[in-house]
């Protein structure tokens, strides 16, 4: 109950700061926002500064740690940039670990914090949470979160762990797993460990939201922040250069590498078997998609793009958990409404519960990092940080 209020409260903000709600208490909430963050980028402000004058001291753990975040809050589509870092990295004989935050995990049971509260086994004494240490699956999507059990699922041999004390975590995975190159997953604001690398990722499509800081709008800090960036990744690229937007970047970091990309629909994988379907098998299908993302638009429009015909939409807020019963009416309307298939985002496809009967086969959409420009510049970012 209290994550679907959460979910509905979510939507409802959305709503709000994107301007779709109109009338007198939305555009007072909007004003009462804009105060809001005006106070939140003071602090974000003054928070850097404590850092860049080292009043505050970033901690350094003697090994490569890069960092790979944006300014804006989800949509950049970051999960898979740091699935294509991490391998190519492994491959070229780096001993890997992601370290993340582990956004909506499920949290201990009481009883467990109840006893570590009682023998004082404070949060900084508990080891992280293990995903992966790098030769086994070891946790679930529900107490890994969503992307980092995505990211231990395709990268067998890179250890995943899941602490909001990433210091914590990084020092486990050097001493305990030997690993000699930290990811720090959505790391771009986590000043506490030192980065060597700072890649950033900006939507082609909604670069810096409507300019305002959190809560009146999604930018995470200043997009004058942009200018700590080593290497920054236009995502959702269309090929075209990106002239414009790379104008605005110039300006805002001078020294930077540009490299564009976009998510490239792969294959279709059978959920709950090995079965997989090559792209084509879109064209005509009638199709049901079901999302829990941040941005589901561009979602279900590549699902038309290859072909599809969408005959039901499910939308749920981000990091939506499905219920079985959720499934069973997903189901069940998807039939009424004569779709072949169910699609849903691989994201998505690791929250979904068993269910005994299917009568309709459910796919998710594997993507794919695609460079588009800047292949060399990335690959040079490779070898900096493999063998200098």
Not at 34 to 63: D, F, P, W
Request: hydrophobic content about 40%.
């Amino acid at each position: 109950m209290a994550r679907r209020s959460q979910e509905r409260l979510e939507i409802f903000f959305l709503a709000v700061v994107s301007g779709r709600l109109h009338g007198a208490w939305p555009s007072f909430l909007r004003f009462l926002l804009k105060q809001l963050s005006g106070l939140y980028s003071v602090i974000m402000n003054v928070r850097l500064a404590l850092y860049e004058h080292r009043i505050l001291r970033s901690t350094t753990l003697g090994c490569q740690v890069i960092s790979v975040g944006n300014l804006t809050v989800g949509g950049t589509g970051k999960t898979p940039v740091v699935e294509v870092f991490a391998r190519a990295l492994q491959e070229n004989g780096r001993k890997v670990a992601i370290l993340s935050r582990g956004y909506k995990k499920a949290e201990l049971p009481f009883s467990v914090k109840l006893k570590n509260w009682l023998t004082f086994n404070t949060p900084t004494q508990q080891p992280p949470r293990i995903v992966s240490d790098g030769e086994r699956l070891l946790l679930d999507s529900a107490m890994g979160g969503d992307e980092p059990y995505m990211l231990a699922t395709n990268l067998p041999k890179v250890a995943v762990l899941v602490d909001k004390d990433r210091v914590k975590s990084g020092r486990y995975a050097i001493q305990k797993l030997g690993c000699d190159t930290l990811i720090l997953d959505d790391g771009f604001q986590y000043l506490r460990l030192k980065h060597r690398v700072d890649i950033v990722l900006v939507d082609r499509t909604n670069p810096f939201d409507n300019g305002y800081v959190l809560p009146r709008g999604l930018l995470r800090e200043s997009h004058r922040h942009l200018s700590r960036a080593t290497f920054i990744f236009i995502t959702k690229s269309t090929g075209d250069g990106s002239p414009e937007l790379r104008r605005q970047i110039r300006e805002l970091n001078e020294h930077a590498e540009i490299a564009e990309c976009r998510h490239s629909p792969r294959y279709l994988q059978r959920i709950y078997s090995d079965e997989r379907l090559p792209l084509s098998a879109l064209q005509g299908m009638k199709v049901s998609a079901l999302s829990g993302i941040a941005a589901p638009r561009g979602f279900e429009e590549t699902i038309e793009r290859l072909g599809g015909e969408l005959v039901y939409r499910k939308r749920y807020a981000d990091h939506h958990r499905y219920t079985q019963q959720e499934i069973l009416d997903l189901i069940n309307n998807s039939r009424d409404r004569g779709a072949d298939a169910i699609i849903t985002t691989e994201k998505d496809a690791v929250r979904l519960p068993w269910v005994e009967r299917c009568d309709i086969p459910m796919y998710y959409l594997r993507v794919e990092i695609e460079l588009l420009s800047g292949a060399e510049d990335f690959q040079e970012l490779i070898s900096r940080i493999c063998f200098k």
